[in-house]
């Protein structure tokens, strides 16, 4: 949202603090995402804000502005975790995120964390067309540098995503995802799994830790830029369920997020007479466009 700007820190402490009485802030995690949090000059200020409430944070970060000098930095106000993006080599990398020093700096980013063993990290890679026939070369490469957790994620088709072909996977290339993530498992060097998003049926309890569930709004919740409530960042504003400047987070967390806590609405179109709903539950709420319908069925693509 290039049009919205960020957030002051006051106002975004300002909810953290309204929520501490109503929790244990050791047992919630605070995770900035984008954009790119390391743009905020005062992330470290933010962070040690965290830190001192008790409040383990962490950011999720395209690794561009990573220095070794920010890393210390951001160490020192008590960052707990980080995720680099990491989308293939150096030309599918670069051409996703639109940088030439992109890749490059990733990858630095990720050698700096190999030495850092107080720190929770780990690599995400979204798989595309364009980066599916080196995903074997990839995981040799993360290995050699060190990584010992990747999470790999598809996109849906959504925005930019929905146009570009290149973004979108095959069926066949899907369902291969899902074999390589079996693969690296079962050798045991690197622990890789899907992402969070989709009932993955027969490739359910193999390619992640634990079984599907789509958390948001049950155990995840998000504060947007413009400070929209949402259950998760990556669903559409058409479910935003308040807004910190009008609303009390906790009140809308609390008396507003039913739609995502009973998801029986869902039980329409494709997931009408579905006998796995119970399992899936119409599948990520992020998956769902502004009347409800759902663009995307992992389980369909892997039957298919």
Known sequence: MPDIKDMPAADFLRVVDSITPHINPNEVS??????????????EEVGLELYRRGYPWGIVSNGLYLTGRRLERLMA????????????FEQEHNWLRGHPESYG????????????????WDVVTCVNHRNYPYLDELKTSLYHIGVRQWRLFTIFPMGRAASHP???LSNDEFTGIMEFIKRIRKEGKM???????????????????????????????????????????SIRSDYHQGNIYRDDFMDV???????????????????????????CEGNGMHLRDNKGALLFCHLDRLHS
């Open 30 to 43: 605070i995770i900035m995402t984008g954009g790119e949090p390391l743009m905020r000059e005062d992330l």
């Open 77 to 88: 106000a008590g960052l707990h975790s980080i995720t680099i993006s990491l989308d293939g």
């Open 105 to 120: 700096r990733a990858v630095e980013a990720i050698k700096m964390l190999v030495h850092e063993p107080e720190l929770v």
């Open 166 to 168: 290149e973004f979108q």
């Open 191 to 233: 622990h890789a799994s899907y992402g969070c998003e989709g009932f993955l049926g027969r490739y359910e309890g193999e390619v992640r830790d634990g079984f599907f569930s789509c958390n948001a709004g049950i155990s995840v919740g998000s504060i947007l830029a413009d400070g929209a409530i949402s259950a998760c960042p």
């Open 253 to 279: 967390w609390e008396n507003r997020f039913q739609s995502f806590r009973n998801r029986e609405w869902m039980k329409k179109g494709l997931c009408a007479d579905c006998s796995l709903f119970r399992y």
